[in-house]
């Protein structure tokens, strides 16, 4: 696979500040069932049509803590949630923050599941920095793949363009290739 000079030097210790543009608790929209939502702050794709480009600077929103990720994890607690989904900006741009919150989430309530949406392809993701497999090992769907505006479907379930693709982590980690779920 071609690596790009500019997406090597895109190191979460570098370009992230440790902040969260949102947390959406109780919601119904970013994957299956009742979940929790970090939206975390930064991302350095720029999709065109993204649809949270206010959270494209790593300053957006409230720098992150450890009263909210408790507040998180109390939230996750409720028996009607069933687990928690980092979006952003870039999760694997704020491996931080995201690791922090999904070690606690699997250490304290290994129940739940983790679903991560991410510009980077699952390929690029494993071959990319320690943090960024820490977290990919830790995630068990992830939606990947730049939004590209030309490949726009709004009837796809869990993402807004053909090219992105709903992934079994743990599956497609064992089997070394990107295993779409059904």
């Not at 998180?72 to 949630?81: F, K, N, R």
């Not at 999760?91 to 309530?109: D, I, K, Q, W």
Request: charged share 25%; hydrophobic share 40%; proline share 4%.
């Amino acid at each position: 696979m071609h690596r790009s000079p500019v997406r090597d030097a895109w190191l979460s210790a570098r370009v992230s500040q440790g902040y969260v543009a949102d947390y959406k608790p109780f919601t119904f929209v970013d994957g299956e069932g009742v979940r929790c939502s970090l939206y975390v702050a930064g991302c350095l794709f720029a999709c065109e049509g993204c649809f949270n480009e206010d959270a494209w600077s790593f300053r957006c929103g409230e720098p992150y803590t450890l009263e909210l990720e408790s507040r998180i994890l109390e939230d996750l607690a409720h028996p009607a949630i069933q687990g928690v989904s980092l979006l952003g900006g870039e999760p694997f741009l704020n491996t931080g923050t995201c690791l922090s919150l999904v070690r606690r989430l699997r250490a304290e309530l290994p129940g739940k599941d983790v679903w991560c949406w991410s510009g980077y392809t699952f390929e690029e993701l494993a071959e990319e920095s320690e943090d960024k497999r820490a977290l990919l090992a830790l995630v068990d769907v992830l939606v990947d793949g730049p939004f590209d505006l030309a490949s726009r479907d709004l009837t796809l379930p869990f993402r807004g363009s053909r090219n992105q693709r709903v992934i079994v982590v743990a599956a497609s980690l064992a089997a070394g290739r990107a295993i779409e779920r059904v």
